[in-house]
T-cell receptor
Framework: EAQVTQNPRYLITVTGKKLTVTCSQN?????MSWYRQDPGLGLRQIYY???????DKGDVPEGYKVSRKEKRNFPLILESPSPNQTSLYFC???????????????FGPGTRLTVL | GQNIDQPTEMTATEGAIVQINCTYQ??????LFWYQQHAGEAPTFLSY??LDGLEEKGRFSSFLSRSKGYSYLLLKELQMKDSASYLC??????????WGAGTKLIIKP
């Protein structure tokens, strides 16, 4: 089944404790992206990647890191989480890197993160 | 700045028709997308418009007017399962997706 998977789905942690949220897609997609979703603010892009070893900042990259060492995986790293990073996080992928092929995105199920 | 506006919440009756509006101001335009998101779930793609006019897909239709910076999503024969948030997103000239905050649609029996 074609899908984007994320782990963990739920995570409660404490300020400053490094964490990684994994994202994997089995569709051989070029483009991958991380979003956070907060009430009333809509989806905001954190980082995106057009291909292996190519990553770029989105709208809200501060406090996050990513890597793209393999085409299928795009982990999100919070080196020192803070309470303002409490949010719902989505990973997404799309087959192309421009136009509709890039913007018609397939989303993972989401990771609900709480930082105490 | 770039901005997408859509109503925060709408209520409609099962079996009726509802129109969800979206207006945008972006740096260029390369397409407009509608996504559906059920509570606690991931967004799923609904429709794509790049040229002016109406795109119909079953009970759902999406309209675009580029000159007015305006789109709407029309849902016909509403079903309870259509209760969800509907997200409008515009791809700007840099091929970045700009997202609206979403419209929560409540369907009443």
């Amino acid at each position: 089944e074609a899908q984007v998977t994320q782990n963990p789905r739920y995570l409660i942690t404490v300020t400053g404790k490094k964490l990684t949220v994994t994202c994997s897609q089995n569709m051989n997609h070029e483009y991958m992206s991380w979003y956070r979703q907060d009430p009333g603010l809509g989806l905001r892009q954190i980082y995106y990647s057009m291909n292996v070893e190519v990553t770029d900042k989105g709208d809200v990259p501060e406090g996050y890191k990513v890597s793209r060492k393999e085409k299928r995986n795009f982990p999100l790293i919070l080196e020192s989480p803070s309470p303002n990073q409490t949010s719902l996080y989505f990973c997404a992928s799309s087959p192309g890197t421009s136009g509709r092929a890039r913007s018609e995105q397939f989303f993972g199920p989401g990771t609900r993160l709480t930082v105490l | 700045g770039q901005n997408i506006d859509q109503p925060t919440e709408m209520t409609a009756t099962e079996g009726a028709i509802v129109q969800i509006n979206c207006t945008y101001q972006t740096s260029g335009f390369n397409g407009l997308f509608w996504y559906q998101q059920h509570a606690g779930e991931a967004p799923t793609f609904l429709s794509y418009n790049v040229l002016d006019g109406l795109e119909e897909k079953g009970r759902f239709s999406s309209f675009l007017s580029r000159s007015k910076g305006y789109s709407y999503l029309l849902l016909k024969e509403l079903q309870m399962k259509d209760s969800a948030s509907y997200l409008c997103a515009v791809e700007d000239s840099n091929y970045q997706l700009i997202w609206g905050a979403g419209t929560k649609l409540i369907i009443k029996p």
